[in-house]
């Protein structure tokens, strides 16, 4: 017969039940799945007190006490204050711009420590610790700005300009154990 | 006029649906890593508090988590705060130290999120906390919404 030239069929899979496996599986994550919004104000805690070992001694004028009670009043080193206070009175410890010798000799040397009673309620030490980290965020970001111009949230993570900036004010906070 | 004809256009267009399964799959993918896997049934009640300085966790995988609130007991009334961890709630505050410590094997760079509701007594988390640190597990983080 004539010579026709086969159209060769390519060898075709059915792709057409491809997508409803896709969509069963993408409706099986839906289901299953959350998307866990995990913010929350990050700390690392101190290791655990050896009971031979004496605490290394530490002067007086480089700790600020600040005391919270069951009902939310605040006593910063023995002064009764309120929580709009708190952050500049911190920055003004941390930093003392003036030399002032109640307060810290450098902002290396200076630690807070938070010590709350056992019934104080949780959202009340969240916010003390809130105003805590409040007030190095600003001494971050204020370093950061003179020294490089950006924010301290827009350095990168882990490069020599974060690190020189967490040195000069490194967040030394110690969460003090309630009285029982 | 008969030799005109109405010229109709005789095939038909068909969009190539060809590329569903992939937008689809781009879409599951998304999800798949985007989201973790719920199963832990809470047994305590969680009103978390706010904050305004948090941040992220980013690494979800290295996350573990503390709840602590109180108990839900049944016909909707509240017991004690409770300390839960996986599935169950701990009544021993020294086996705490024991179950942090095997996650930390099995994650050096654990981080733990502490859940706790915010009427809950501060007594109970120092205790926990304590725990942590005779574990090793320095790295945690107090889960609050972010505040406006």
Redesign the interface.
Known sequence: MLLKKRKREGAEIN?SS??D???L??IF??V?????????????????LDEEVDPPPIRERNLMNILVNAQGLILMDEQPVSINEVKDKLIEFIDNPTNNEELSISPEAAIVSLK????????I???M??EV??AY?DLRDAASRSNYGVEYARLVENSPQQEQIKDMYPKKIS?A??DS | MAHFKKKQAGTKQEVP??A??DV??M??FF??V?????EVTLKVKLDL?K???????EE?RL?SYIYMGPERLPQNKFGEDKIQIDDSIVDDIGAIRNIMYDKLIEEPRL?V??R????????L??DV??E???AG???????????D
Do not use: C
């Not at chain 1, 299953?32 to 655990?48: A, Q, S």
């Open positions: 792709g491809m997508a496996i896709a969509f599986l993408l994550f839906l299953t799945t959350t998307i866990n919004v995990d913010t929350g104000i990050g700390m690392v805690l101190p290791p655990p709350t009673q056992r019934e104080t309620p949780y959202n030490y969240i916010d610790l809130d980290m409040s965020k969460i154990e309630p | 649906t060809s569903m399964p689809v799959f879409l599951l999800f798949m985007t989201t973790v896997l719920r508090t904050a305004n300085n948090i941040e992220k966790i979800k996350v981080i999120s502490l706790v509701d915010q009427n809950s007594e501060f007594g988390l120092t906390q304590k942590l640190q005779q597990t320095f790295r945690i983080n107090y889960s609050t919404k972010r505040e």
